[in-house]
């Protein structure tokens, strides 16, 4: 008899070993996440995969699946508050998407639609935040950073380098690079490195693709983020990558 | 037809593509004005505000004119709406938020390239800039927000008829853009 | 400073664990960490740069940038605002010709705020190059300004600027019976290490931090784990403000801390422990030190300890100016030389701990009580308290009293019995459990100290009828924004916008709705936050709310909206640069004003 929870009432099998959201993924259940990759180790620093597990309120991608245990993830009060956990990334940086070339390939702005988040409900911080232009091939805006260190992953655990690290505390925090110079530009990453394409946002762009594929025909522009996303978890860590960012690695591999 | 509902538009801090993007429900323009009434709005040329029904805001707050622009509009309009990204958070004007007022002006009215005559410009004719650009909210209550940059023809076409046809104006999942 | 650092690292075992130790070291020096730094230890200790600077920016006494050859903090408690801490600060600014926040022109000296150094029966307070302190006033704020003017070395300074005492003024089971060195241990040993788990479990003894965890249980689960290697960690990083218990017991009492946690390494079966000493309380370092020595030359730590074949033995590491330390994993993460940023749980440290092997993390007098009961056995300290809370409790009380100090009492005590004893008249509240417990109106004062009523970690402030409670909350709201590990989205941007909110009302900016959407973000940020730092970042506000709604009404504008900002100020610069002085280059705040 294998083990099962139950999420919204669906009862769902797991294995030993699996988080909530590994085995609502497998099952085919979407939980809104931004710090969140199935290949790397789970962070839980977003909150946006909250669920309530037993009454608790838990982190999806870091509490272990455990038998029996009753799962709540689309309510109305999950989902509300999801709703303003968005807003919030959304404020404390600078999230102008119209002149952003992430958009309609951002992961934060894609969970901002499937939450039909309308407003930024909360006042905006408008934070100064460093960009840094001086690598030839990658370029990175800190004020777009949610601080989901999917990228310090990344370069530890597949480039087998450590180009990226959060510092510093609260409402401070920031994304450092690996140089005694400290920008891009001296540090190992390369532009067909995976923690150049892992960003959930517009915070770590590839210089001179951003308008290859046009405004409106974008991955989110059709697809809604949950689809794209179990679409993607479980497979080939490179189908893990949204399409049009796939493209793009292999347009850079390709230029070289 | 007493009873058209009474709508007026204006832009602050915006480029007028919002309105431009209204202009884009086309030949739907004939249906609307059959139930809706423009007050003031750059499509009539109305200096100020009557009483409304609904008032649709383009643009952040940027100047001290914006300012009163934006308070006539809430003193007269029962609903008020911010249409597209600059009411609701700023926009591309907001770009310069993390730039001191004082070096901007600078830049551009004393020591930037190309700057002939440097003076900065003073008139009582003037709107005076305020520090940061704002989003429409912190400065009066609204409620209701159309996102995008500009929110497409469909967006104002569906949020309009949802009103005046008295539902609560919803947006549905493909509506919804930031860009 | 090559040298320096070479010989700093090699003391330290070129240990990337020691980060910490090692970075207190070159601040003390040089009072930053310089980049040759940075890049030497990154090769000396085999760790990247980026992972050094994480840390150097995380905690509030590392500096990338030069501060003054005298860093002067004073403390931001409320407690010493009480006592007249911000007078205090512009007079010292002002005397030392330095603007808070900075360093003065000639580098000798930098002064700024620090968050509460635990010294709130003594304050106003402060710390000079690390050391506290205590009792300063405009003597005292004189007199610094000249040593300092005059470069005197801080070990010529006169002693009572660093004068800090214990102010006990009640003793009960804990405080009263000074055990005997060694005595603990021995009873240990004759009546076998499961048989005091029984004892400590009869007991009925709970954790002292605050969240209650039974001791017995936390030991036991931690001796049953596979993982052979386990440790014992003594928590004495308080820093919540208002509390200072920890301080007093490791200066009377640290032998008998050090004996608890001795106590627990034997029946969990660890060979090693660590006392975690908040940064603020480095004036204790090296007696604490000293009192180790004569342990180990008295047999009672090292090797074969009272030849019983027990092996053990405790190290001191200092922390450096981070609240969130006080979380158990972020001190773990903290002791293995990384940023204290909490970790997901689980697995819980008994499990995997410092270094991913079990370990017990456990308040100072947690151990002080376990190595008393190990002593007189647990029905002693069951007998006292009530049914749930079992013993006494020290407080540590502050504010509005005659006698600020340190308070022990029986669990069940009312808060009106213990604020008659202090000395307290006209109270207006009492926040129990500090900022991140509970306040409690003068309606409240026959509850009762206990887990099941009103649980603390030591921290009781008593205000007086002539206190702004609002003021109380800002400052606490206040200083969880500047703690916040920003881990979480929740917590993160939550205490920054809570933060923004209270001071919007506080400032007489708010609205009709401002409430509603200030009690809104406190329950979003008590609901979602990671760790218990966001959980309970919003009850400074949430309590009050509950208990003073009509204070906060009274704050507000009777209109239906106000911008969250000075709009006529927001023109200023606009104005002074177009030199423009007319009506029109105003704006009023509201409409109304126009009228």
């Known amino acids: 008899m294998s083990k099962t929870i139950t999420i919204d009432g669906k009862i769902i099998p797991f294995e030993e070993g699996q988080t909530i959201m590994d085995a609502a993924m497998a099952a085919g259940i979407y939980i809104p996440h931004l710090c969140h990759q199935p290949e790397f180790t789970p962070h839980g620093s977003c909150k946006l995969c909250t669920v309530k597990v037993n009454g608790r309120n838990c982190s999806a991608c870091t509490f272990p699946a455990m038998d029996g245990q009753d799962v709540l993830s689309e309510t109305e009060e999950l989902i509300d508050d999801r709703r303003k956990i968005t807003q919030m990334l959304f404020v404390e940086g600078n999230h102008l998407c119209p002149g952003c070339e992430k958009t309609g390939n951002c992961q934060l702005q894609a969970v901002g639609y499937h939450l039909n988040m309308l407003d930024n409900h909360f006042p905006l911080f408008y934070p100064d935040r460093e960009i840094d232009a001086s690598h030839p091939d990658v370029m990175i805006d800190q004020s777009r950073c949610i601080f989901c260190t999917l990228c310090v992953r990344a370069s530890q655990q597949k480039d087998g380098k450590n180009v990226f690290a959060i510092s510093g505390r609260g409402i401070n925090k920031h994304l450092i690079f690996n140089a005694e110079s400290g920008l891009l530009k001296d540090t190992a990453l390369e532009a067909t490195d995976q923690a150049a394409h892992i960003c959930p946002t517009g915070a770590i762009l590839i210089k001179r693709t951003g308008y290859q594929v046009p405004i409106g025909e974008r991955i989110y522009d059709h697809k809604q983020i949950d689809q794209v996303s179990l679409a993607s978890s479980g497979s080939r860590p490179d189908e893990a990558l949204p399409p049009s960012l796939a493209v793009e690695t292999e347009h850079v591999k390709h230029g070289e | ?179 | 400073m090559r040298q320096f650092i070479q010989d700093i690292a090699e003391n330290n075992h070129y240990q990337a664990t020691h980060l910490l130790q090692i970075l207190r070291q070159i601040q003390s020096r040089y009072h930053y960490i310089p980049e040759a730094a940075i890049e030497q230890l990154s090769d000396s200790l085999n760790i990247s740069r980026t992972q050094i600077i994480s840390v150097i920016e995380f905690y509030s006494f590392f500096h990338l940038t030069p501060k003054g050859q005298y860093e002067l903090l004073i403390s931001d408690s409320i407690t010493d605002h009480m006592l007249g801490k911000k007078d205090l600060l512009d007079y010292l600014a002002d005397k030392l010709a330095v603007t808070v926040g900075e360093v003065r022109e000639d580098g000798l000296v930098s002064l700024d705020n620090t968050s509460c150094t635990g010294m709130c029966d003594q304050g106003p307070a402060g710390l000079v190059n690390g050391y506290a302190l205590t009792r300063l006033d405009r003597p005292a704020c004189d007199k610094i300004a000249e040593l300092i003017n005059r470069q005197k070395p801080l070990n010529e300074w006169p002693a009572e600027l660093f004068q800090v005492e214990d102010n006990i003024y009640k003793s009960g089971l804990l405080l009263n019976r000074q055990i005997k060195q060694g005595a603990a241990l021995s009873s240990t040993f004759s009546r076998g290490v499961k048989e005091t788990l029984k004892e400590i479990d009869k007991s009925g003894l709970r954790g002292r931090g605050g969240a209650g965890f039974k001791t017995a249980i936390k030991w036991q689960f931690c001796s049953e784990e596979p993982q052979t290697e386990r440790y014992v960690v003594c928590n004495a990083d308080e820093g919540e403000p208002g509390t200072f218990k920890d301080r007093v017991l490791l200066n009377s009492y640290a032998d008998q801390v050090f004996e608890g946690m001795t106590v627990c390494a034997a029946i969990i079966g660890a060979k090693q422990g660590f006392l975690y000493l908040r940064g603020e309380y480095l004036h204790l370092h090296d007696k604490l030190q000293d009192i180790l020595d004569q342990r180990r030359q008295n047999g009672l730590l090292g090797n074969n300890i009272q030849n019983a074949g027990v092996d053990f033995d405790i190290e001191i590491c200092l922390g450096a100016g981070a609240y969130i330390c006080g979380e158990e994993s972020a001190l773990i993460e903290s002791l293995e030389g990384k940023a204290g940023i909490p970790r997901n749980r689980p697995p819980y440290p008994v499990t995997q701990g410092y270094l991913g092997k079990p370990t017990v993390v456990n308040n100072v007098e947690t151990f002080l009580a376990a190595a008393t009961i190990a002593v007189n056995g647990g029905d002693w300290f069951a007998d006292i308290g009530t049914e749930k809370s079992k013993g006494t409790k020290i407080l540590s009380i502050s504010g509005d009293c005659a006698r600020p100090g340190i308070y022990e009492y029986p669990f069940g005590t009312t808060i009106q019995t213990i604020l008659n004893e202090c000395g307290a008249v006209d109270v207006l509240g009492v926040q129990v459990g500090g900022p991140s417990g509970t306040f409690i109106s003068n309606q409240e004062f026959e509850r009762k100290l206990a887990f099941e009523d009103l649980a603390t970690g030591g921290s009781f402030i008593i205000f007086n009828s002539s206190r702004n409670i609002l003021d109380a909350v800002q400052n606490f709201t206040h200083f969880f924004a500047h703690e916040s590990c920003g881990f979480c989205t929740p917590c993160r941007v939550g205490t920054s916008l809570l933060k923004k909110q209270m001071d919007k009302i506080v400032e007489g900016h708010g609205s009709a709705g401002d409430i509603v959407a200030l009690e809104e973000l406190c329950q979003l940020v008590k609901n979602y936050s990671h760790c218990g730092l966001g959980q309970t970042a919003a009850n400074p506000i949430l309590t009050t709310l509950e208990r003073y709604l009509g204070l906060y009404e009274s704050q507000l504008k009777e209109i239906s909206f106000e911008p969250g900002f000075d709009l006529d100020g927001a023109l200023e610069t606009a104005r002074r640069m177009a030199n423009r002085y007319d009506a029109g280059a105003h704006l009023a705040q509201t409409e109304s004003e126009h009228e």
């Not at chain 2, 509009?73 to 926009?91: D, H, S, W």
């Not at chain 2, 305020?130 to 500009?150: A, M, R």
């Not at chain 2, 949802?162 to 860009?179: A, K, M, T």
Request: charged share 20%.
């Open chain 2, 1 to 179: 037809m007493a009873n058209k509902i009474r709508v007026a538009t204006t832009s602050l801090a915006g480029c007028f593509g919002c309105h431009m993007s209204f202009l884009d429900i086309d030949e739907r323009m004939l249906q609307l004005v059959e139930v809706v009434e423009f007050d003031r709005s750059p499509l009539t040329d109305i200096e100020h505000c009557t009483n409304c029904d609904i008032g649709l805001i383009e643009g952040g707050v940027c100047n001290s004119e914006n300012v009163h622009v934006l308070r006539e509009f809430r003193n007269n309009c029962k609903i008020l709406v911010a249409v597209g990204a600059c009411a609701i958070n700023g926009g591309l004007p907001a770009l310069r938020n993390h730039i001191p007022l004082e070096e901007c002006l600078n830049e551009a009215y004393l020591d930037g390239i190309g700057v002939e005559n440097p003076q900065i410009p003073s008139d009582i004719e003037l709107p005076l800039l305020l520090n940061q650009v704002h989003p429409i909210h912190e400065v009066v209550k609204i409620d209701y927000f159309l996102p995008g940059c500009p929110p497409s023809a469909d967006v104002f076409w569906k949020f309009l008829t949802d009103l005046i046809e008295g539902r609560e104006p919803s947006l549905p999942y493909e509506l919804v853009h930031y860009d």
